[in-house]
């Protein structure tokens, strides 16, 4: 496991390498360095959580994890900047062949869908660990799933929408609890239920895959 988290964060390492060169060419996936960096913070999180052996460490790692755990799902909201690439660059009926945009349509989708699939697996990661640690039921299990993507959904509506993130909570916490009143609305309301159901169907899907992978 401990050379897998290595593995990890290196190729992790050079992502956002490749991505930072992107971003100082002004590109049009720009916006991927910081958002990626953000969305990883979890996943690296929870290798620390299944490392420190100090109960109260733990618990500090958890309650950090799952307040940065939003910036891990918002990268799917990442993928509407898929348009800002210019794939018809002189027709609407011919796409290009450029391998600087086919690099960037790459580096969006399998970065995203990759960082995701690692969030949702420390996700799977906690859940067990509570699970055999308190002995947790099915309905509580997946209590604390749906528990964790709604809160989830709520961070990226709020970061999103709001311009929000886990640092700001740190630098502007007044800030933070002022626009709380935001959730309280229909858009909103419709847009966390949308979004963790998304989460929901994404997860045991992942899952799904997984399984069948170990039983191949």
């Avoid at 290798?47 to 990268?75: M, Q, R, T």
Wanted: without cysteine; glycine residues 4%.
């Amino acid at each position: 496991m401990t050379k897998h988290r290595w593995i990890i964060r290196l190729v992790m390492v050079v992502y956002l390498a490749v991505v930072a060169y992107f971003y100082l060419q002004r590109l049009p996936i720009r916006f991927l360095l910081l958002d990626s960096a953000l969305g990883y913070v979890p996943i690296e999180l929870y290798f620390w959580i299944n490392w420190v052996k100090h109960k109260k460490s733990k618990l500090v790692l958890f309650l950090f994890y799952v307040l940065f755990l939003p910036n891990n799902a918002y990268l799917l909201t990442d993928l509407i900047h898929l348009s800002r690439i210019e794939f018809y660059p002189t027709s609407h009926v011919i796409m290009t062949d450029a391998i600087e945009v086919w690099l960037m349509y790459f580096l969006v989708v399998g970065g995203i869908f990759s960082l995701v699939a690692l969030g949702f697996r420390s996700i799977r990661g906690i859940w067990k660990r509570l699970s055999l640690r308190y002995d947790l039921t099915r309905t509580q299990q997946k209590s604390y799933l749906v528990i964790m993507f709604i809160l989830t959904s709520i961070g990226v509506f709020l970061g999103r929408f709001i311009r929000l993130n886990s640092v700001t909570l740190f630098s502007h916490p007044l800030k933070v609890l002022k626009t709380f009143q935001e959730l309280v609305s229909l858009r909103a309301f419709f847009f966390i239920a949308m979004f963790t159901s998304l989460q929901v169907l994404l997860y045991y899907w992942t899952a799904y895959q997984r399984k069948n992978s170990e039983v191949d």
